[in-house]
């Protein structure tokens, strides 16, 4: 990979992080569409969840990963510290591959 | 969330990525990446999932233009990110062109789960810190140590991210609309995976809320009176 390449990746993932915090500041949000621009992260963050536990590479895999999800969902549900969740996924999965 | 659990959340969270940046350092120098372009990438780039698909892409034999695409596709998501920061994020334009480089999914996600804007834009920074600083550690000893440090998936430290992001989520599933649209959400997703390329199942999700639309905008009405 030459670096030309890689300065023009870097260069494009920061213009989209900066996209909102330099370019449009606070005035989208305080509009009227700023409740609609609050809810987007939340399917996003949702599908993150379930694509990293299902996720095989271009196709959906059930394996350790989804015990370690329901083991966090319990201890979530039950108001865990975060550690607790946290560990307690890595936990159960890398139990279930010994 | 008080600062001292911002702060211990925060180092969890960096420690667990740092732990991922060594697998990342490893695949990138076997992939044919220099120490140094694996290095840069990780600070420059600085969005785990683009890295993973970039190296993917050259390790299998793929062109660096190849790996755009994909790569690109994934790093999409920050921009809805940064768009939804905007009441987070503080100062003038310079800090906040400083910060931008720190919008990544678990800054937003932490900064999101918290109750007044000061406690999310700490949230947001001690987070992006963290993890920025362990993800470039973890890098660069990945790069230096190569092959030979096992296998984090043997540790189950692929199925903390989920872990992670549930824990964050859970709070905001509160607000007016918002299980709808992560249900929906997810469910594009999942479908989605197996039909198209990496980055878009989660780009689809944005989708979710269209059903979730209707309570969206009837509360909002209701908060603005």
């Known amino acids: 990979m030459s670096w030309g390449v890689l300065l023009a990746l870097a260069a494009a993932a920061y213009a989209l992080k900066a996209l909102g915090p330099v370019f449009a500041g606070r005035r989208i949000v305080d509009g009227g569409s700023g409740a609609i621009l ?9 599908a993150l969840i379930l694509v990293q536990t299902l996720d095989g590479g271009e196709r959906l895999v059930l394996d350790a990963r989804v015990p370690a999800l329901g083991v966090a ?17 890595a936990a159960t999965a890398a139990l279930l591959r010994l | 969330m008080g600062p001292r659990t911002i702060t211990r959340d925060a180092l969890a969270i960096g420690v667990a990525t740092g732990v991922y940046a060594v697998s990342y350092g490893v695949l990138a120098v076997s992939a044919g990446l220099s120490v140094a372009q694996t290095c840069a990438m990780s600070a420059l780039v600085f969005t785990g999932a683009s890295q993973f698909a970039v190296v993917g892409v050259l390790g299998a034999g793929g062109g660096a233009l190849a790996a755009l695409g994909p790569a690109l596709l994934l790093a999409t998501r920050n921009a809805v990110y940064g768009l939804s920061l905007g009441p987070v994020l503080r100062g003038g334009r310079a800090r906040r062109a400083l910060e931008a480089q720190l919008v990544i999914d678990e800054s937003t996600a932490m900064a999101r789960g918290q109750e007044d804007p000061r406690s999310a834009h700490r949230a947001f920074l001690v987070t992006g810190l963290s993890v920025f600083a362990f993800w470039n550690l973890g890098t660069l000893i990945g790069a230096l140590a190569g092959g030979g440090l096992g296998d984090p998936r043997a540790f189950g430290l692929d199925a903390m991210f989920p872990a992670v992001f549930l824990a964050l989520l859970a709070p905001q599933l509160r607000r007016p609309g918002a ?46 009176r």
Do not use: K
């Not at chain 2, 990496?198 to 009405?221: E, F, Q, T, Y």
């Open chain 1, 38 to 46: 609050d809810v987007l992260p939340i399917p996003l963050l949702a």
């Open chain 1, 73 to 89: 969902a319990v201890l979530v549900w039950r108001r865990a510290p975060f550690l607790v969740v946290v560990v307690a996924a």
């Open chain 2, 179 to 224: 299980r709808t649209a992560a249900l929906a959400g997810a469910l594009i997703a999942v479908v989605l995976v197996p039909l198209t390329p990496a980055g878009l199942p989660i780009m689809a999700a944005l989708l979710g809320v269209v059903p979730a639309l209707a309570v969206v905008r009837r509360h909002a009405r209701e908060a603005a």
